[in-house]
Structure formats: C-alpha cells, structure tokens
C-alpha cells in the first residue's frame, strides 16, 4: 500500500470546506455552513467510523469529513507540541 500524499488534494477541497470565523465556536475551524468544529470531527473518528460520525451529524458530508482531515493534517505540519 502506498502511503496518502496531501499535497495531490486540490486546494479548495479543503480551503473552501474548512472556515475561521470569529462569530462562530469563537473562530475555531469549523466547516462551513455548519457549526460543526474540525477538532470534534476528528476526535470523533478515534472512537466512531465515518458512518457513525455522518448519521450523528446529518449536517456532514464525506466530503466534509475528508476537509477535516486535511485540514488536521496540514495543520499538524505547522505545529509544534510541547
């Protein structure tokens, strides 16, 4: 199996799914039109599959899920953990 290489994601699969709004979880990322915030999404995958995670949150499409996860993942990159 070959390892998932992020930078083959088109750009606005992510960018234009995932939104930093102030007015909205206090500006944490969030997916857009909802107020359902990517930390949730990806903590909820440690413990659920996708389809649990979309029947819980009807408001989510795969799609958005996978936003979430890139998202997680570019941020991660960026990041440095004490």
């Not at 088109?10 to 007015?23: M, T, Y």
């Not at 989510?60 to 960026?78: G, I, Q």
Request: glycine fraction near 4%; proline fraction near 5%; charged fraction near 25%.
């Amino acid at each position: 199996m070959q390892p998932l290489d992020y930078r083959h994601m088109e750009e606005e699969s992510w960018h234009g799914r995932v939104v930093c709004d102030p007015e909205i979880q206090g500006g944490e990322p969030c997916i857009k039109g909802t107020r359902v915030r990517v930390a949730v999404i990806v903590a909820s995958l440690a413990d659920a599959s996708i389809e649990e995670l979309l029947k819980n949150y009807p408001q989510l499409t795969r799609e958005d899920v996978r936003a979430a996860l890139w998202f997680a993942s570019e941020a991660s990159h960026n990041t440095l953990v004490a």
